[in-house]
């Protein structure tokens, strides 16, 4: 695979997932509002996608290492990403309550991005990280997220 397509499918699905899933878990325990989750991931999978692959697109033009075509390859991989994974996560909400549907979102993130990380932990060089390493660290800020958004979604709802 192209490495401007590997750039943008790897930022557009762990930004994805991590937004959504920090807005869907903040939102979700705030106000257990099905309509305003699903509105929360509509936004995310139009404006932050567009947001995020216009930042990419930036990112890839001031680095001076790419052609124009590289340069919307990994625009338009990290939209269309980032698009498809946020919108994944309507599913859940859509079929299931909200407290579990939180629950089966947490486990479709963490599978994604472990998913990413397994397959970003052989470097193309030949040289191989510890597949544990990558997944530890990556899972780790996935926890961040996690537990960081429930947090502030709990205190929106005890304190406002």
Known sequence: MKKSYKIGISFGLVSGVLTTLGLLIGLGVSTQSKAAVIGGILTIAIADALSDSFGVHLSQESSGDNTQKQVWEATLATFFSKFI??????????????KFALIVSVIWGLFLISLLSILI????????????????????????????????????????
């Open 85 to 98: 994974f946020a919108l994944t996560f309507l599913i859940p909400v859509a079929l299931l309550n909200i």
């Open 121 to 160: 932990s052989d470097k193309e060089d030949g040289k191989k990280e510890s597949r544990i390493s990558v997944l530890a660290e990556h899972l780790s800020l996935f926890l961040v997220v996690v537990v960081l958004s429930y947090l502030v979604g709990f205190l929106i709802e005890k304190y406002i």
